[in-house]
C-alpha cells in the first residue's frame, strides 16, 4: 500500500455555535490545520468535505454553499461524501485513496455540522423506511435503543452489571472531556448521576447519549514524499477498512456486527496487527451510546465476545489502562454529525504525534480511529501510526 500520512490537523470549538456561521466554522478548522502542518492553500491538490444529507443542513447541496469559498477549493478538484454518521470517516478514506491512488500529492479533507440551525432529530427520524421501521424506530435513540437491549441480554450478564458498565464509560468520557479544548459537553458527572438521569429510550438515558453539536474538522493528508518534507512527525495510515450491511434493522446481528468486525479486521490485516489489545495503545471509538461502546470493543477483538464489561470494570479502557479509548470525551460529549467521525481520526493523529494536549496519552504510537453511520449499516476503521 502507498505510504500516505496526516500531516496536519485542525478543529474548532464544538457546541452551540451562534456566534459563527456554517461557512465560518469550515473556515476555521480549515485555517487550524494549514497553520499546523505549515502549508498555504496554494499547496493543497484537491479537496474532499463532507456533512449530513442536505435536510439535515437546511440548505440543498449545503457543499455548495461553504464547500468551496470556506475550503479554499476554488479551480481545485472538489468532491463531497455524505453517509450520515459515518461521513467523516468516509471523507478520511476519500482523501487517503485520493493520495495513494497517485493523482494527488496534498489533500484536504473536511467535515462540518451546524445542528443548532436545522431539524437534526427530524431529519434523522426519516432514514428508516416509513412504513416498516420508521413508526417504532424514533430516530437514532430508538434505533440504538433496540440494539442496546438486545446486546444486554445476549450473554446472561444481569442487566445491572452492563447498566453500571456503561454508566462508568459515560462517567470517563465526560471526566476526559474537561480536558479536551474542543469538547462540546464539559460536565463532572458520577455513576449515580447516570443511573438517574432521564429515560430517552429505554434503556438508554440522557447521559448514555451525546448532544448535537455544531463544529468542523478538518484534516490534510499527503504523499510520503511530501509528508517528509512538510513534518518531521507525520502521523502514517498504517490500514483502514470499510463496510456495509444490509438496510433492514432486522435483517442482521448488530451485537456481533460484521460490517464493524469487518471494517476492523481489513484495517488490522493491513497494518499487520494480529492483537489489537497489545498492539494498539489508544483507540478513538465512535461511541454516540455508552451500550455501543461496550459491543464495538468486541467487534474490534478488544476481548473475547461477551467480556467488555470486564474490560471496564478492570480500568482496561480507561485513560491510564492498558488500551485507553476515547480520551478526548468521544462521541458522547462531541457530535457535529458530519465531522464527528473526521475528528477520531484528527484525535488519533494527535495522539501518535503528541499533540494531543492535556488528554494525550503518553508514548502512543499506534491509534484506531472508528466511524459507524447509515441507518445502522456502516462502520469504519483507519490505524494510524508514529
Known amino acids: 500500500m502507498p505510504k500516505v500520512a496526516v500531516v496536519g490537523t485542525g478543529q474548532t470549538e464544538h ?5 459563527v456561521s456554517f461557512p465560518e466554522l469550515v473556515y476555521t478548522a480549515v485555517r487550524r490545520a494549514l497553520d499546523d502542518s505549515g502549508l ?51 471523507v478520511a478514506h476519500s482523501a487517503f485513496y485520493h493520495v ?44 440504538f435503543a433496540i440494539q442496546s437491549n438486545e446486546y444486554m441480554h445476549r450473554y446472561g450478564k444481569s442487566e445491572e452489571e452492563v447498566r453500571l458498565a456503561a454508566a462508568e464509560l459515560s462517567v470517563r468520557n465526560h471526566t476526559d472531556a474537561l480536558d479536551n479544548p474542543y469538547a462540546h459537553i464539559k460536565i463532572k458527572i458520577n455513576v449515580e448521576d447516570v443511573l438517574k ?25 499527503a504523499s510520503q514524499d511530501k509528508a517528509r518534507k ?22 442482521g446481528d448488530k451485537v456481533v456486527w460484521q460490517s464493524a468486525i469487518t471494517a476492523a479486521r481489513t484495517a488490522y490485516k493491513l ?22 461502546e461496550l459491543l464495538f470493543y468486541e467487534c474490534f477483538d478488544f476481548c473475547e465476545k ?22 478526548s470525551g468521544g462521541v458522547l460529549c462531541t457530535n457535529p454529525i458530519g465531522a464527528t467521525a473526521l475528528v477520531r481520526v484528527a484525535e488519533a493523529a494527535m495522539q501518535v504525534t503528541g499533540k494531543a494536549g492535556r488528554h494525550q496519552i503518553p508514548d502512543a504510537e499506534t491509534a484506531l480511529a472508528h466511524g459507524m453511520g447509515g441507518p445502522e449499516q456502516l462502520n469504519g476503521v483507519m490505524i494510524l501510526g508514529r
Open 15 to 19: 457546541g452551540k455555535r451562534l456566534d
Open 40 to 90: 498555504t492553500i496554494e499547496e493543497i491538490d484537491a479537496v474532499v468535505t463532507g456533512s449530513m444529507p442536505a435536510p439535515m443542513e437546511g440548505v440543498n447541496a449545503p457543499h455548495l454553499y461553504w464547500g468551496c469559498d470556506s475550503t479554499g477549493a476554488s479551480m481545485k478538484p472538489l468532491m463531497r461524501v455524505a453517509t450520515c454518521g459515518s461521513t467523516g470517516i468516509s
Open 100 to 143: 495513494a491512488s497517485g493523482m494527488f500529492d496534498v489533500v484536504l479533507a473536511v467535515g462540518a455540522e451546524k445542528q443548532y440551525e436545522g431539524e437534526p432529530q427530524g431529519t434523522m427520524r426519516t432514514i428508516r423506511d416509513a412504513f416498516f421501521l420508521a413508526p417504532f424506530s424514533a430516530g437514532a435513540p430508538g434505533t
Open 197 to 221: 438521569s432521564r429515560i430517552i429510550c429505554y434503556p438508554v438515558r440522557l447521559l448514555d447519549v451525546c448532544p448535537s453539536s455544531d463544529g468542523a474538522c478538518a484534516i490534510i493528508f
Open 230 to 251: 512538510i513534518t518531521d512527525t507525520p502521523a502514517w495510515v498504517k490500514g483502514l477498512g470499510y463496510c456495509g450491511e444490509e438496510y433492514w434493522l432486522a435483517d
Open 271 to 292: 497494518a499487520g496487527i494480529k492483537n489489537p489489545r497489545k498492539e494498539i495503545d489508544v483507540a478513538e471509538v465512535y461511541n454516540p451510546f455508552t451500550f455501543q
Open 306 to 327: 461477551g467480556e467488555a464489561v470486564n474490560l471496564v470494570k478492570e480500568g482496561v479502557v480507561m485513560r491510564s489502562g492498558d488500551l485507553p479509548c476515547d480520551p
